[in-house]
């Protein structure tokens, strides 16, 4: 592949969020983005707000003013004062023990995901977000899978590198024109996205919960700021996701997607990390495949012949 479409900042074939910076102060008001001193008590709030008191063994009714749990009753369950529990989520304590994050995780019904994310904002040595370039030799692997659709996202989901087939397969990322190359710009701004991805709610909440977990980890990141700041500003919708407090990790599983050509294709996918450096979050690569002898397989091969370059 032609090098020569590169972006500088990455070093793939991708495109930053440039010149957003300008929009990174506004960030701060969206549930603590860029205020490690806010992040862990906006993210606990969000949480005691999804659950239901019954769930829980606490008494209901129409009377309760309070979506989900009282602090109080977070507090009871969780076994800590309520005066620690207001100061936790008030940033005015943002480094409670592993004991106390495991019984609020408990009392909250986390997952392995949230109960992660949980312990990174109230980890107050998280570092600047990595300085990733995408190497030829990364370049190289996602050529020679030709056959399959792949392509690489940063933690802000920026697209910085593709094959032939992942290009067309996601909207055409090749030509800057067709789509944004950001993941979650593209599913907040451009109504093309609802098109290509039938599960679209699905997927907005998975971009909306991996900038929660990149956002977590690198509150000093500027650019990450700015594009949650735009988002939140442009979609309603991104707002009332990221104020559920939702969390994803990258992991494997099934989408579909709907392709002007290939039609309607449940492919399976798995994601593979590359590390920035040892024990630093990196890109991921994204790669999709179908069962061979589908119709997904005969659909994937011919769009691999038809996205070759001529």
């Not at 023990?97 to 995901?113: K, T, Y």
Request: proline share 5%; net charge neutral.
């Amino acid at each position: 592949m032609d090098g020569a479409d590169h972006n500088e900042q990455t070093g793939g074939r991708g495109q930053g969020t440039g010149d957003r910076t300008e929009k990174g102060a506004e960030a701060g008001a969206m549930s603590g983005v860029g205020d490690s001193r806010r992040a862990l008590g906006s993210f606990l709030r969000a949480r005691r707000g999804r659950v239901v008191p019954q769930d829980v063994g606490l008494a209901g009714g129409r009377r309760r003013r309070v979506r989900g749990l009282r602090r109080e009753e977070l507090a009871q369950l969780a076994g800590i004062s309520v005066d620690y529990y207001v100061r936790l989520e008030q940033g005015r304590n943002t480094q409670p023990s592993p004991e106390v994050l495991d019984a609020l995780a408990d009392a909250l019904g986390l997952d392995a995901a949230e109960r992660r994310h949980l312990a990174t904002l109230a980890d107050a040595r998280r570092g600047p977000a990595p300085t990733v370039r995408v190497s030829p030799v990364l370049q190289r692997m996602l050529d020679a899978m030709s056959g399959l659709p792949a392509f690489a996202t940063n933690h802000r989901l920026d697209v910085v590198a593709w094959n032939d087939l992942g290009a067309e397969l996601i909207g055409g990322l090749a030509d800057p024109a067709r789509r944004d190359r950001n993941n979650a710009r593209y599913l907040f701004r451009d109504p093309a996205s609802q098109e290509l991805h039938p599960e679209w709610q699905d997927r907005a909440a998975e971009a909306v919960g991996q900038l929660r977990v990149a956002a977590g980890r690198y509150p000093e990141d500027t650019e990450l700021a700015a594009l949650i700041a735009e988002l939140s500003t442009h979609s309603a919708e991104f707002r009332r996701i990221w104020d559920s407090g939702e969390v994803v990790m990258c992991g494997a599983g099934r989408k579909r997607l709907r392709h002007p050509v290939a039609g309607l294709l449940t492919l399976d996918y798995e994601t593979l990390h590359v590390p920035a450096a040892p024990g630093e979050t990196g890109l991921v690569v994204h790669v999709f495949s179908a069962e061979e002898g589908s119709g997904e397989a005969v659909a994937l091969a011919r769009l691999a012949t038809a996205a070759l370059p001529a």
